[in-house]
């Protein structure tokens, strides 16, 4: 599995976010369109999804539709490389041939017992049901990717601020059968291995951990620069907190830093004052639904605050940090989260107290309940 790597072009079939009436569709129309895109940078190690760096060599329109840039960020939500999933549920065993040969079998088992999908990951895993371990962790990338583009939808005002622009959705196909595909019983399989992804903004930067990380081991310590930067992350939660979106993964990996010195390698990332924070990856969030309470929301809001999770994850990174200075003065000037807001914070009465104990999701309803 080596189509990943740098210099290797992918073929994808793209619809494109907003489609542009110049190239002779209805205005707001999408219609799909045929892409060659050149890998530039693979970010590795792959852990959920693939993501890459990627320049679009060659359109099927001229000019490119729906405004697309020639370079932009391709995330591409493939089972093969869920990898920290493969390392909770399947030993860490890596995909292979015999791994899709028994995912296949398990497919057309389905058909004939559908009972059998209705098993837990944690059943198939205990049984080492290969081909089960493989159905879940495509169901589980197809709810991803399902979920990053409902939050691009619903965040569509921040798009090119404070998250990324998406630029499209793209399926893309593996040009020859894989390995398990070999021809059965004379008749070559028509079976070719695909993938959803999405196309979004590149956007010239370095993760929140780098950056704080960099900084705290900067001399002096810029201080500063950190609580400017820890400041705007939490205001950033507090803007996507007005959204309809609950991001369940709030890392600070998934924060961007954009500065001067994105531009400027050389230097070290925190040299100069940070310009704006940036939220991405969002495969791990769920919109509010339909029949959702405004109790419902606030209390699955409470639970999953964004601003108080983000908050914590800094103040231990930079508390760590800090124990590791020779000099005890760098604790002294760190960042305190003093701006999260109790927006979704609501004192419960004694029954309610009560029944919550008793009942992890007294209150909500079934759909509310599900993740």
């Known amino acids: 599995m080596d189509e990943y790597e740098i210099g290797k072009r992918l073929r994808v079939i793209c619809t494109p976010a907003h489609t542009s009436s110049s190239a002779g569709d209805n205005p707001g129309e999408r219609s799909e369109i045929d892409l060659e895109l050149e890998i530039l940078h693979a970010y590795t190690p792959f852990t959920t999804s693939v993501v890459c760096l990627v320049r679009i060599i060659s359109l099927s329109t001229s000019p490119p539709v729906g405004g697309l840039p020639e370079t932009c960020v391709l995330k591409l939500y493939d089972r093969r490389y869920a990898i920290n999933a493969r390392e909770t549920f399947d030993a860490g065993r890596l995909y292979s041939a015999a791994k899709e040969a028994a995912y296949q079998r398990f497919l057309q088992a389905a058909v004939a017992d559908p009972s059998i999908e209705e098993k837990t990951i944690w059943q198939l895993s205990e049984e080492e049901d290969e081909g089960g371990v493989e159905a879940y962790l495509e169901r589980s990338c197809q709810k991803q990717y399902i979920a990053e583009m409902g939050a691009y939808g619903d965040l569509a005002e921040l798009q090119g601020t404070l998250i990324p622009t998406l630029y499209g959705s793209v399926r893309y196909r593996l040009a020859a059968p894989l390995p398990s595909s070999s021809p059965v019983g004379g008749t070559p399989s028509p079976i070719r291995y695909g993938v959803n992804g999405i196309l979004i903004e590149h956007i010239p930067s370095t993760t929140l951990e780098a950056y704080l990380t960099a900084a705290m081991q900067s001399d002096p310590i810029p201080y500063d620069y950190i609580s400017d930067v820890c400041d705007q992350v939490i205001k950033l939660m507090d803007r996507l907190d007005n959204f309809k979106v609950l991001n369940q993964d709030c890392g600070m990996r998934n924060i961007l830093v954009v500065s001067d010195a ?42 999953q605050s964004e601003q108080e999770v983000i908050g914590c994850h800094i103040s231990q990174l930079l508390a760590s940090l800090a124990r590791a200075r020779p000099s005890e003065t760098a604790k002294a000037g760190l960042w305190k989260n003093v701006r999260a807001n109790r927006r979704w914070y609501r004192e419960l009465s004694k029954e309610e107290q009560k029944a919550y104990q008793t009942d992890g999701h007294w209150g909500l309803s079934k759909a509310a309940g599900q993740q």
Not at 280 to 291: E, G, H, N, Q, T
């Open 262 to 303: 994105a531009s400027q390698p050389e230097l070290s990332p925190s040299s100069i004052r940070p310009s704006r924070c940036v939220a991405i990856d969002f495969a791990y969030s769920r919109l509010r639904f339909p029949d959702e309470t405004d109790e419902q929301w606030r209390r699955a809001k409470e639970n």
